[in-house]
């Protein structure tokens, strides 16, 4: 019998220039048109909508000139992320992260439901604050060690990852890689709103540990209902010592504060972006080597290794605005603002930003990465955000949640089928745990978008 060869899904690169081969097309097909815009204020003017009169053809070679087009437009945000990744690579060489979570696992190690809390806690606000990821897989197996020892599994060292991966995304304060990308393209000043994500971080926070807890209660009293009772035993077992948290580590974690405050500051009262805040974290960094005696040689390697591991980002960024530059060019981008707004304008503005972030949970599962949705799909939601009476800032938290929540549960993010792998967790097992969580997570998000428009938080 012949079998069915398994769909792959193409990388995430490639899905991006289908995509851009897919807006050139639409530029032939779609109708062009555009809505006025207000000269004050840039947004566009509700109902104003028209079509072209003479429709532009764009050549086939725009589809490759738009690419270093996209990566100039892009350029602040694209070095950006390279300062970011090269000081946290920096910061991750002192040892401090090491330091912080060998205490913190080691205090609770013999306090499950604790634990857990800490775990998805600490990982939440790290990628709230930072946009911390990849990071986390060197202590999956930590993790994994530990829930043994504890009667638990490998899906609970996993949920605690992911669940507070995947909230921190989803209502992060002040996360570089969606919220600084995001608020920059729907023209909304870099941070605001910041105070009501993070008290929104603390409710999800609690959904995550509910049900990351219910779970591993169920496995200590019953290790049949492990959802993967049947795979191997995955891990070493914990270490005896973890290493020492001491003076050295805790100046910088001062220190990481310190450059994050100076930079929210700045942007607050100063007028700052990504240029100043950029010089925070190079100070960070350098203060950060210092403490931690790193030398210049191996400080330098550091920064340009955690640089090299954001290229791909960087490139994806710089690719997915090349999707926007070709339908700008092409002047559908407001066509398809004005087609998208026609059903959600009929429901109403608080259905509408549900909406809105039901139309990101499902971008992302074809453009995983924060930054790179940011800039395929703000573009659009901001001025339909206007046409419906939908705050941007509401719409911006509707993009995080779309995109923030399902990072947990998409196999095309890397992030997460990394983590999967070293712990050795199939993924049609992690789907069955993770769906219910998607689903809580998903319909409390709804209720916080309504609120958010009836309140009108801006």
């Known amino acids: 019998m012949t079998q069915t060869p398994a769909l792959r899904i193409p990388h995430t690169l490639a899905l991006l220039f289908f995509l851009m081969i897919a807006a050139l097309v639409a530029t032939w097909l779609v109708p062009q048109g555009f809505y006025a815009e207000d000269p004050e204020t840039g947004r566009v003017v509700p109902g104003s909508y028209e079509v072209v009169a003479e429709r532009e053809i764009l050549s086939p070679l725009t589809l490759f000139t738009a690419i270093p087009r996209a990566f100039v437009d892009a350029g602040p945000i694209i070095f950006f992320l390279f300062i970011i990744g090269g000081v946290l690579a920096i910061v991750r060489a002192t040892g401090t992260i090491d330091a912080l979570l060998g205490r913190l696992l080691e205090r609770f190690s013999d306090r499950p439901g604790m634990l857990i809390l800490a775990v998805v806690f600490v990982f939440a606000m790290a990628s709230s604050a930072v946009g911390s990821s990849g990071e986390y897989i060197p202590f999956v197996l930590i993790l994994v060690a530990l829930c043994r020892a504890m009667r638990l599994d490998a899906m609970t060292a996993v949920g605690m990852v992911v669940a507070g991966y995947g909230v921190g995304y989803g209502v992060a304060a002040f996360n570089q890689y969606t919220v600084v990308v995001a608020q920059d393209i729907a023209g909304l000043p870099t941070y605001s709103g910041w105070q009501v994500r993070l008290a929104l971080l603390v409710p999800f926070v609690l959904i995550a540990v509910h049900h990351v807890w219910r779970y591993a209660e169920g496995v200590r009293h019953d290790p049949s209902s492990s959802l993967v009772a049947e795979g191997p035993p995955v891990g070493a077992e914990p270490p005896e010592h973890y290493p020492a948290l001491d003076a050295r580590h805790l100046s910088i974690v001062l220190a990481f504060f310190a450059a994050l405050g100076v930079g929210v500051w700045g942007i607050a009262t100063r007028g700052w972006y990504l ?6 974290f190079l ?3 350098l203060v950060a080597a210092g403490i931690g005696r790193l030398g210049p040689t191996r400080a330098s390697e550091k920064f340009i290794e955690g640089a090299r591991d954001l290229t791909e980002t960087a490139i994806l960024v710089g690719i997915a605005r090349g999707i926007a530059l070709i339908m ?10 004005h087609y998208l707004s026609l059903p959600l304008s009929l429901v109403g503005a608080e259905l509408s930003a549900v909406g809105m972030m039901l139309i990101q949970a499902v971008l992302n599962l074809f453009i995983p990465s924060g930054s790179g949705q940011a800039y395929v799909t703000i573009p659009l939601m901001a ?3 206007d ?5 941007r800032q509401v719409a911006v938290l509707a993009y995080q949640m779309g995109d923030g929540f399902t990072n947990m549960i998409i196999p095309t993010n890397a992030i997460l089928m990394g983590i999967l792998g070293v712990a050795g967790i199939s993924y049609a097992s992690w789907f069955r745990f993770c769906l219910p969580l998607i689903i809580k997570l998903y319909a409390a998000g709804a209720v916080v978008l309504v609120l958010a428009v009836l309140f009108g938080f801006g």
């Open 387 to 391: 046409l419906v009476e939908v705050p």
């Open 383 to 385: 001025p339909l955000a």
């Open 283 to 285: 100070v960070l960094g």
């Open 275 to 280: 240029n100043e805040l950029g010089a925070c």
């Open 328 to 337: 700008e060019d092409g002047q559908i981008l407001h066509t398809i603002v």
